[in-house]
Structure formats: C-alpha cells, structure tokens
C-alpha cells in the first residue's frame, strides 16, 4: 500500500491512481489480460470506436522510426454495437474491480460524433466517461481535420455536450494547444487529453514509397515525449479543467514529468506494445517518485513544476 | 469476450547462433515453457536490446522447438539493425520474448498428402510444418526458392526428413532449376493429387501458389509477414486484407486461409 494517496479526479472520472492507457495502444484492455492485472490500472481508455464499423486503412499501417514508431491504422473498428456487444462485459467487469473504462468517440463528422456518442451512451452505462478524438491524423475527414481549429473543436464538443451528463473529454490535436483548450472549456469539456500523435512522414528512399499506405502518418513513442510535456503544460495554464498526459510515456519519471507540467492524469501508449506490463511498472515507479518528493497526495504535484 | 492471445512473456538466453547460409543465422535459445507451447506456423515477438531508439519487438517464425530439451531454433536474415544486433549475439546472452504468437498451420484432418512451398526466410515454418507432417506420417514434396545458392536454406532438413520429393529453384539458376518454385509447384499441382498446401515466402510468391492451389481445387494456406507493434492483438497495425474484412495477422494469423487473402 503506497503511503501516498494517488487517487485523482479527471473532470469526474475518480480514478483510483493517475494512471491511464492511450486509446489504440491498450485495444479493449482484454488483449492484456493474460500479461498483466489491468484492474491495477485507474483507468484505461479503449480503442476508438463508431456508430458503423469502419475497415482502416490498407498495409502498411506501421514504421519504426528512430525513437518511436509512425502509424496509419486509421481507425479500424467494429462499430458501438458490436463493441459493446463482445467487449462490454468483460470491461464491465473490469470497472467492478475498481478500473475506470472510457470509451473513445471516432467520427467523420459532427454528426457522426454526435450518433457515436448516443450509441456508446445507450450501450454502455458501464462507461465512467467518453473521449471525443477530433484528432486522429490518419483519416480523410473528421479526426485533425475537426480538431485543429477551436472553431472546428468546439463545434464537435458543443454537439456532444446535448448527448449525455457522463465526463466527455477531447483527444486534442497537437496544435494551437491553449485556445483550443480554452474553446472546448467554454463547451463544457470535463477533461483534455493531451495529445494525440503527431502527423509526421517516412519515406523509402529506395522506391520513393511511403513507409505507410498513405504518405503521412501518426508519430508516437519516446521522441514525442517533450513535445507532449510542453504541451500538456500549455494546456493546464490555459484551463481550469484538468488534462490527462499523453506522449511517450515510458518509466515514472516521464509520468512525473506530465504531473509536474499540470496533467492530473497519465496514459501510457507504445510502452505497452514493448512490454505489456509497462503500464503497471509505470505506476509503481510514479508512486515511489510521489513518495520521494515528501508528499502525502499526488495532487500535491499535479503543476508543481518550477521554473 | 474474444480470445486473448496465446503469447507469455519468456526470459530466454542463447545456446548458438551462427551464419547457416548467406546474411541468414540459426538463433537456438533455450526457454523450456516456451518449447512445449510451440506449434508449427507460430510466432515469437522477440526483445533485442542494444539501442534505445528502437524499441518495437523483432517477430519470428520458428523452425524447430524440442521440449525434451527445452530449446527453440529460430532462422532469421539479417535486414536491419535489430537483426543486425541478433547476429552479434553470443551463446549466454539473454533477452526476453513474447510467444507464441497467434495460431499456426492447420492441416486439413484426414489429409493423405500436401504440398510444402517456401521461398527465401520463409522456408523455416514450412519446414517446421513437415517435420510435424513427417511424425503424423502425412506425405509431403517440397519446393524450395532463394534468390541464389548461397542464401538457400532447409535443403538438406527436408531431404532428411524423407517425405517426397523436394524440388530445388533459385532466380539464376546457381542452385537447383532456374527460376521461380512457383512453376514446379504449379506443375505438381496439376500432375499429383494433393489435400493440402502450405507457402510461406515473397508476397508474389504465395500469390501464384494460391492461385495454382485454388486452380487445382485444393485448399491451401499461407503464412503472411506484416510490420507488427504489439503481436497480442492490441494496436491493429499488422492487418492482412481479407475476403471477410480486415484481419490482424497476430491473432487471426499469420496462417491465414490463401483463398481468403485479398493482399498478401
């Protein structure tokens, strides 16, 4: 039992520790539970889903590159029904043992979104809450195309907050951070989940081909890391609502590090594709860090960088 | 809930390694539990520490898995850094893995006999097909491509193993027939009758012995290679284009039905 209280509060989701999964990293949370205890985790977000099933984009949909890796998988999923229909139950009983389940939103437009959302909100009431990604880099249209403006951003947020009273929180783009933030704040956002990957390219120089199906990809991983530090840092001066840290988290520190820059919340992302467990070592690590810094509550550190 | 994959974290260390053909090494580790699980056309999503800008895991098929002694052999080419760094491994050098991966062959109950055609790196499950075939007393041919004699592997384990014939091709001709094995097993294909065929190679490869097989009426299956993050069914990256949709090669592959493949 740690001697420091690591409970938080992200925008009404009370999670039992700060630590959280990235969506599309952590697949519904079951692809994990023969390698490690997920119900360890304070929450986990689950791959983004639909109202119809979507088919993602052809191979090659991954690259390693040099501190991370690029992905194009472009949203692949099954639908809400059928997610909720094969993956509820066990995540049900995931959030019986103590494990907050957020759902991510996936559309290609508002309305879309919107249709998403009253689906996941009809089918399930096991959700602790929802994650709105206006900033998936590998789609034709919705995802970054509706993200990367406060206009755009808050159009979507503004249409979801008619659909349910649950947490809505929003994957941003990382781009134009602080107003962003602040547009979605004024649409009643409970939460930001800073950031999601970054488009980015990689090109064969043998064939002139892409290293992906499409020319541009998302880039995630370690090297994203300080980016993400900086941004998650813009987005908890800019707002009033907390932010969950997402970037190439791969040990506690980097988890200290999004604490200290203002996240209230951590997801781990490619760390869990390397070593399944990452998530689990993440959180003892951070936890001996809080206790190390003297501390009897994590929020203590939540923005307690200095400059 | 669908089924979580098959695959346990496995410390290993390394009894040999060694250049068995051109830029191509035989890896023998020893993880006994790991052994026991194996089965023909499976997978292992290898850790190869070394250099911290790369991260993902290294999957591999394996050619031969021995439970009594509780190693693993496993056949790679060198084609990166990562395998780079595996062909300085030494005997005693330890890692870790995730394994096995997804579901293997599945040979057809009652099949009297079957084709076996490998190309290349993908000579190594297929031979790990036919030692099975040759304990179940299933007949098999063989035929076998690279690119040149030198890069040509499994020549001699197939011939051991005494099934049928084994038909040898290489692209300019240093070694066996010259040309593709896509044209002795097509020509097997319409000489003899067969239940069952087994490819594992180059994409355009295993597209033409599809082809053939579907030709020839006889079901056939092919081990596919995709980039892969996780290997566990968590990121949807090494998706293989099916007739039923997309299908992530990790958990509903590698072996995959070859009629069904869209994309190989």
Redesign the interface.
Known sequence: MASVNMSVDFGGVKMKNPINTAS????QG??????MDVSALGAITT?GCAAEPW??N???????V????M?S?GL?NPGVEAFAR??G??LFDLTDKGTQVICQVAGHSTEEYVRALEMFDELCPWAAGFEINVSCPNIAAGGIACGSTPEGAADVMRACRKVTDRPLFIKMAPVRIPEIARALEAEGADGLTVINSIPGMAIDVHTRRSKLSKPTGGLS??LCHPIAVRMVWEAANAVDIPVCGVGGVMTGEDAAEMILAGACCVSVG?A???E?DASVRILHELEQWAESQGVKDINELIGAFEC | ??N??P???HDFEVVANEEIAEGIFSLVISAPKLACALRPGQFVNL?VPGDS?????VPLSYVSADPNAGTVEIWYAVRGNATGRMSEWKSGFKSDL?GPGGHGWLVPEGARRVLLVGGGIGVPPVLCLASELSRRGIAFDACLGAATASKLVGVEDFEALDGGFVRVCTDDGTAGDCGFCTGPAAAALSEASYDYVATCGPSAMMERVAKAAGEAGVYCEASLE?????G??????????TTD??KGACMCGPVFDASKVV?F
Do not use: H, I
């Not at chain 2, 800008?53 to 895991?57: A, F, I, K």
């Not at chain 2, 968590?234 to 293989?240: D, F, L």
């Open positions: 599309g990293t952590f697949g079951w692809q994990f539970s023969e390698l791959k088919p993602g052809p191979a090659p949909r991954m690259t390693e040099r501190g991370g890796m992905n998988v692949q094969d993956y139950p066990w991983g370690p490619m869990s594709f390397v399944p | 809930m669908p979580p994959s695959a346990r974290m850790r800008s790369e991260l993902l895991r995730l995709r980039m892969m993050s996780c566990f069914g968590a990121c949807s990256t090494c998706n293989v284009e949709g997309m994309v």
